[in-house]
């Protein structure tokens, strides 16, 4: 069955503390893997995506990993408005839809 | 803001009545979704469009639920004879077909009482 388990299910940090949240996938026939970032409230916005073992993405203090089951998002020196939810996604080759984790919640205290 | 705009942003209906939401994708886009996401959890897939064409619908969507996407651009949700269990955030996303990145809305929170 496709599955995806995110870890921690929350997190929190001090300002300038770096961290990474982990998503692991068992899915047949990936064809991409995706990060998003949701405020209470509101849709997920999207920050990244990975389509292969090894490949990294990054947008200022974020980190984007893949390998073949897992992948982690890093968080180097966190600020308070890193403070969200963190959703992992997969999608399968050619079927459109997303396959999303429960999400990682982080709280960064400055 | 040409992003994804959902309508209304909040709802609340009666056990037993019927409501419709509504979706506008960016406008380049092909492909919209519909997601269900309930407290604390990830957002569940419901059905996706490609054009006009309903490709796909989860087991999730029970048959009170019907989606169109009648012209290609907009698309509306409708849930007939609301039940307690309905009661969610319904997402609405859309894709490129090409690049596949899924562009979500503000969501609409459905409250069923």
């Known amino acids: 069955e496709d599955q995806v388990t995110q870890s921690p299910e929350a997190l929190r940090l001090q300002e300038g503390e770096s961290s990474s949240l982990n998503c692991s996938y068992t899915?047949?026939?990936?064809?991409?893997l995706f990060w998003y970032r949701q405020d209470p409230g509101k849709g997920p916005e999207f920050l990244f995506t990975?389509?292969?073992a090894g490949e990294e993405k990054e947008k200022e203090r974020l980190k984007a990993t893949l390998t073949k089951k897992e992948s982690f998002l890093h968080i180097t020196a966190p600020k308070p408005e890193d403070s969200a939810t963190y959703l992992c996604?997969?999608?399968?080759?050619?079927?459109?839809?997303?396959?999303f984790g429960q999400g990682t919640t982080l709280q960064v205290k400055p | 803001d040409t992003g994804v705009s959902q309508d209304p942003r909040h709802k609340i209906t009666k056990r037993g009545q019927n409501v419709t939401f509504r979706c506008d994708p960016i406008?380049?886009?092909?492909?919209l979704y519909w997601y269900r996401q309930t407290l604390g959890q990830g957002p569940e897939f419901l059905t996706y469009?490609?054009?006009?064409?309903?490709?796909?619908k989860s087991r999730l969507l029970s048959d009170r639920f019907s989606a169109e996407r009648p012209k290609g651009s907009f698309s509306t949700l409708e849930i007939q004879r609301t039940e307690q269990g309905d009661s969610a955030m319904y997402l609405c996303?859309?894709?490129?077909?090409?690049?596949?990145?899924?562009?979500f809305g503000p969501g609409t929170r459905l409250t069923v009482t």
């Open positions: 996303a859309s894709s490129l077909t090409s690049v596949g990145e899924q562009y």
């Open positions: 899915v047949s026939g990936l064809r991409g």
């Open positions: 990975l389509y292969s």
């Open positions: 996604a997969v999608e399968k080759s050619n079927t459109g839809k997303l396959i």
């Open positions: 406008s380049e886009h092909n492909r």
């Open positions: 469009f490609q054009n006009e064409a309903q490709l796909e």
